[in-house]
């Protein structure tokens, strides 16, 4: 399992809610200078991003996943003894159960998995275009950028502290020749 960013909070916004509200803020006021327009480009770009921010809430864990069922999650807690026991009395016995159970866990999950995507799967069809919301989704979901570690061990996720992490490392790493100027 590889870990691509820090856990986001999930935002949604409510657009028939935000094209209510920000309607009676869009105005046609007349534009003679360019000051003028400045001022009204200034003005419903604050309208849009307050009403983005006043339409929008965020949707927990629970909406999203469900929860597993009971018999997955009694196994998961019977790996978890497995390894807190083989933790403590570092038997090779115990250790091999432990190996057997993460591997029934595993497999637990992968077919549990494969069963919710095909029931979902199933609740697809043309008529309400869910389909092609599916696809359109599955294509052009951007893939996560990795993080960098720094000297010092942190991650960084930000792409301009990426670009100055890469200029301070290229710094320390390369120098001028020495020599005389005339051979550089």
Not at 45 to 50: A, G, P, R
Request: proline fraction near 8%; hydrophobic fraction near 30%; charged fraction near 25%.
């Amino acid at each position: 399992m590889s870990l691509c960013g820090p856990p986001r909070a999930r935002k949604r916004i409510n657009w028939k809610k935000f094209e209510i509200e920000l309607a009676p803020r869009i105005k046609n006021n007349h534009i003679s200078t360019i000051s003028d327009i400045n001022r009204n480009i200034v003005q419903l770009t604050n309208n849009i991003q307050n009403e983005c921010e006043n339409c929008s809430y965020s949707v927990g864990q629970s909406e999203l996943l469900k929860p597993l069922p009971d018999e997955i999650l009694l196994e998961i807690d019977t790996k978890r003894i497995l390894r807190k026991n083989w933790q403590q009395t570092r038997d090779p016995r115990m250790k091999t159960l432990y190996n057997a159970q993460v591997s029934y866990v595993k497999d637990l999950l992968i077919k549990h998995r494969l069963h919710e995507w095909q029931l979902f799967t199933s609740t697809l069809n043309f008529k309400n275009k869910s389909l092609y919301k599916l696809n359109r989704r599955l294509l052009h979901n951007p893939p996560p950028s990795q993080p960098l570690r720094t000297p010092a061990g942190t991650q960084i996720y930000d792409s301009n502290l990426k670009a100055e992490l890469f200029a301070d490392t290229m710094t320390a790493q390369f120098h001028n020749n020495p020599g005389p100027p005339y051979l550089r």
